[in-house]
């Protein structure tokens, strides 16, 4: 999601894997920034059933990566000039894939995309940041004295629990879930051994999406083991999704490489597979409801909208981002090659209230929000592919979350 962060680093063949044939990562984060032969099997795997050759998702990212003039955002307003962009006609498309069709890229504003705040998991800036609609910072983290001595931090997704007194990170780096404390900023919780991938107990191997629920537990996507976990306050695992090390899309039995697992308010969960770019969604029970192939390259961190379509983020360049029904028809599909509007290895899209959905595009260092019936890009935090610490600047934004009024 060189290291994996929505990748496992796991063999991607049509046999199950042993613990013992997951392959320890490389020294820095990656997703589809592995070697070679593995990017080349996971974009095969993934291409089954992937748009069409020429749709907008269609190409591997190179040098244009870093192309097109960087727009002067702090928040909230778009400085940058329209681009030209391609997207895809929203109602006939199945679910083999769209059809891409040019439209224009404008450019437009919304003041107040959130209902109160955003919280920001800044991985490459090694810090968390709840800012306002204009773009003003509320709170960060790490300050002196948050994290256990000897310990870095590089948060890849951060959620706020529900009674809104912590924030739960997941740290696939260090291979660690922390919990933080909101007043004190400082870790009070954390499951995992830091700096050690492992499958034994206490271990996790690229945790992803580290949800805090209701109960006190946190559940989250084991990646690199190819589980969903529900691990209890006292570290005991209360309930456990797929087999250790079986790496094969089979719901609801095993998972290829799980990269999402988000609570549902059934009690439910959605579950997002790398492996067959599959996305299911199961029952408190733990049935299948509905397991669908998307047409994407590289599915991240699938999330339910308010009609219970799907709204998922291809981690791919040019990125991509859909919305589809639980039968698999494609409803809308953003996705411009070039241009301010293009994303790069966007990894979480979040369906809003209000009909928008925030983005978290992490290699042209920005959040965007994007409004799903004009394909356009109504709002922006960051500076589009320049990185920075200073107020305004993101580097590898890996996780947001909008926050509830009267928090910070």
């Known amino acids: 999601m060189i290291a994996t962060h929505h990748a496992p680093s796991v063999l991607l063949t049509d046999e199950p894997t042993r613990p013992d044939e997951v392959r320890p990562r490389p020294a820095r984060r990656g997703r589809l920034r592995m070697a070679g032969p593995l990017v080349a099997t996971l974009l095969a ?70 209902a109160a705040s955003l919280l920001i998991a800044d991985r490459g800036n090694g810090r968390l940041l709840v800012i306002s609609n204009s773009g003003r910072i509320l709170w960060k983290f790490p300050v002196a004295g948050s994290l256990p001595k000897g310990q870095a931090f590089a948060a890849d997704d951060a959620f706020i629990s529900p009674d809104g007194k912590t924030i739960v990170t997941n740290d696939e ?108 969604r199961l029952n408190a029970a733990g049935k299948v409801i509905f397991d669908i192939h998307v047409p994407l390259f590289y599915p991240s961190d699938a999330q339910l909208d308010a009609n219970g379509n799907v709204v998922v983020a291809d981690y791919h360049s040019p990125g991509a981002v859909i919305g589809i029904s639980p ?59 320049r990185t920075g610490t200073a107020p305004g600047y993101l580097s590898d934004p890996d996780g947001h979350q909008p926050m509830p009024p009267g928090l910070f």
Request: proline content about 9%; charged content about 15%.
């Open 173 to 280: 780096d260090h291979q660690v879930i922390n919990r933080i404390d909101i007043a004190t900023r400082k870790v009070i919780w954390q499951y995992g051994t830091y700096n050690r991938a492992g499958s034994g107990k206490g271990q996790l191997h690229t945790p992803d999406d580290a949800y805090p629920l209701a109960n006190g537990d946190i559940m989250v996507a084991d990646i690199g083991n190819c589980r969903i976990l529900q691990i209890a306050p006292d570290k005991t695992i209360r309930r456990m999704w797929g087999r250790t090390g079986v790496c094969v899309a089979n719901a609801p039995h095993t998972y290829g490489a799980p990269n999402g697992a988000t609570p549902l308010p059934d009690g439910g969960v959605l579950i997002t597979q790398i492996r067959g770019a599959r996305v299911t």
């Open 327 to 385: 039968k698999g028809k494609l409803l809308w599909r953003y996705a411009p090659t070039s241009g301010p509007g293009r994303l790069d290895h966007p990894s979480l899209a979040t369906p809003l209230p209000n009909g928008l959905v925030s983005i978290n595009d992490d290699d042209r260092q920005r959040i965007v929000v994007i409004d799903p019936r004009t394909l356009r890009i109504v709002w922006q935090y960051g500076h589009t592919g």
């Open 45 to 114: 795997v993934a291409a089954c059933g992937s748009p069409a050759a020429g749709t907008p998702s269609a190409g591997v990212g190179g040098s244009a990566a870093r192309s097109g003039s960087p727009s002067s955002v702090i928040g909230g307003l778009i400085g940058s000039s329209p681009g030209t962009g391609a997207g895809a006609g929203a109602s006939g498309a199945g679910a083999s894939g769209p059809v891409a069709t040019p439209i224009p890229l404008g450019v437009t504003s919304v003041a107040a995309p959130f």
